[in-house]
């Protein structure tokens, strides 16, 4: 193989498969002399690729992790199942897959052949998800559309559903994609609104990028540098003046560290209180506020697993109350008799309703 840069890729490629090659197999594959190959790794190092050797009789090269991330090699199995792994995680906002995972996807399917294009979505349509069904789910071709156009700073049109179900055509610039482990939002310039606004991912269809650029304007936030935290801060923010606030003041009967490892970040974080406990055992008091549903938040807290007690708000007391009552009519040896004085007839009819509840599991920027 003479063509010198077709050769380096060659052997970059078996490089990273994760075993040691013998100087003499490498330059065998290669169709080219030994010394021919100890240039090659040479160069391969002067391109910032870690390839350590090993002398004797069963010594050879192989690559290991360095101090920077390379570019990595492919085969075709390999991307499909790389970008079917980031789609089925982007697309249901699975916790810890964040804008990172996003911008990788597009990237990987910028350059992807159309036949393996082809082969991911035919995956990606015959998988169905078992998801926790508090987050809404998301065509990962929606996110990589709006994460491609924020990055190469590109003007987009998509229709979108407000909460009340009203669709709009908008046209917008985008800023940052901002994910808070059960919804992805989109931060946008609003062009015919002339003002900026956020956006809910899974209530976008049919973005196209219309290849216009823009220069990107200052994101208005208070003390900002401009960039992806305050995108999260102006998201943040926009949900917490959209939706009522609950003032959370719960004592738990567990050790701060216990509580908060058991918690969102978004709850708060717990304080050390001796005596705060139920039962008047050390424990641990969380007071913050928050802009989640009184569901959500009953059921966070009932799965800390430990006894506690909630001060406040009022709203979030009577639904407990209403939630324990099912709770213990569903476990009574009676609850499934004919007469209709089973679990059906408690208040608010299941777990989804009861006093001073919200329907969804967060707050709506239609």
């Known amino acids: ?166 669709e709009t055509k908008r046209q917008v610039e985008p800023y940052r994609l901002v994910s808070t482990g059960r919804r992805w939002y989109l931060v946008a310039y609003d062009l015919l609104r002339a003002d900026w606004r956020t956006f809910r991912v899974d209530r976008v269809s049919e973005p196209f990028a219309t290849g216009a650029r823009f220069a990107a304007r200052p994101l208005p936030m208070e003390g900002g540098e401009g960039g ?24 738990f009967a567990a050790p701060a560290e216990f509580v908060a490892a058991r918690l969102p970040p978004t709850l708060g974080v717990p304080e050390p209180e001796p005596g705060s406990g139920p039962d008047g055992a050390d424990g641990c008091r969380l007071r913050s506020s928050c802009t989640d549903s009184l569901e959500w938040v009953a059921l966070r807290l009932a799965l800390v697993d430990r006894e506690f007690a909630v001060q406040g708000p009022p709203q979030l007391v009577a639904y407990l109350e209403g939630l324990g009552a099912r709770l213990t009519r569903a476990a009574s040896p009676g609850n499934g008799r004919k007469d209709g ?20 599991h967060g707050p709506g920027h239609g």
């Open 341 to 360: 004085t089973g679990t059906g007839n408690g208040a608010g009819g299941g777990l989804g309703g009861g006093p001073g509840s919200r329907a969804g």
């Open 1 to 166: 193989m003479t063509d010198t840069p077709a050769r380096l890729l060659k052997l970059l490629s078996l490089l990273q498969t994760p075993r040691e090659w013998p100087g003499g197999e490498l330059a065998e594959r290669l169709d080219v002399s030994p010394r021919t190959v100890r240039r090659d790794i040479d160069r391969l190092r002067e391109l910032s690729y870690p390839v350590e050797a090993s002398r004797g009789s069963l010594g050879g090269y192989r690559l290991v992790a360095g101090a920077a991330m390379p570019p990595l090699l492919l085969d075709d199995e390999e991307a499909v199942a790389i970008a079917v792994g980031l789609r089925a995680g982007a697309g249901h906002a699975i916790e810890g897959v964040d804008e990172a995972s996003v911008r990788a996807l597009a990237k990987l399917e910028q350059v992807l052949p159309s036949r393996l294009r082809h082969r991911v979505s035919a995956l990606q349509n015959a998988t169905v998800p078992l998801t926790r069904g508090d987050g809404a789910t998301i065509d990962p071709r929606t996110l990589t559309t709006l994460a491609s156009a924020a990055t190469g700073q590109e003007a987009l049109r998509f229709s979108y559903r407000s909460g009340d179900g009203t």
């Open 228 to 251: 992806a935290g305050d995108a999260a801060r102006y998201v943040a923010r926009s949900m917490a003046s959209r939706q009522p606030a609950l003032r959370l003041d719960v004592r």
